[in-house]
């Protein structure tokens, strides 16, 4: 402070940092600022329709969101971005921060989705590739019906074979191994739905009322 040496935790070390908090933001802080609300503004373009209806946006922050869908020039879609930037700045911070939460809830979904998929590839391959992989599967599933996953496996190993009989074609996934894919899908998507924590939306409503 001052050009001289300021311990930690010293008298001149608090006094030094209280006039920091008290200083309005310089200008590069508020630039950065308006840069971050500007992108939080844009991929607000890109949130599920229920989830932002949801957030109870503005209208006219609605409309420029809407607006930079349609637009294709370059230079108006940054003239817009711009726009949306101003029209976040003029949120609170409890509006911010339910449009940060919304955002990744949807990222959250996304990685959840990606995660399900390449599961319901792993177990398709090891599916047909071997009958241990069924024990495995049942033993996971207990009470579900293993017919349907039966018929499904036999008829995607005939399709395999057939494929592999011709010499230097890429072996390719038949319509049984497609519908394969998806019975397997459908079940761990239903599977992560019973295990995902549920929320009491009567407790919530009563949270909102007190509030």
Known sequence: MRGQFVAE?????????????DAPPSKTERKAESAELQ????????LRADALDALHLPARLAEALAQLARITDFGAQRRQRQFIGKLMR????ADLAAIRAALQD?????????????????????????????TEWMAQSPGADAQPLRVLIRQARKERAASMETPGQAVRQ???????????RAQLTQAASLTAPRHDSAEHDRTNRAA
């Not at 959250?108 to 071997?130: F, N």
């Open 9 to 21: 935790g010293s008298p001149q070390d608090l006094e030094l940092r209280r006039e920091r908090q």
């Open 39 to 46: 992108t939080l503004g844009v991929q607000l373009a890109a």
């Open 90 to 93: 003029q949120l609170d911070d």
């Open 106 to 134: 949807q990222r959250s979904g996304a990685a959840q989705d990606t995660l399900l998929l390449h599961a319901a590839e792993d177990w398709r391959a090891r599916l047909i590739a071997g009958d241990g992989a069924l």
């Open 174 to 184: 038949g319509r049984a191994a497609r519908e394969l894919f998806q019975w397997l």
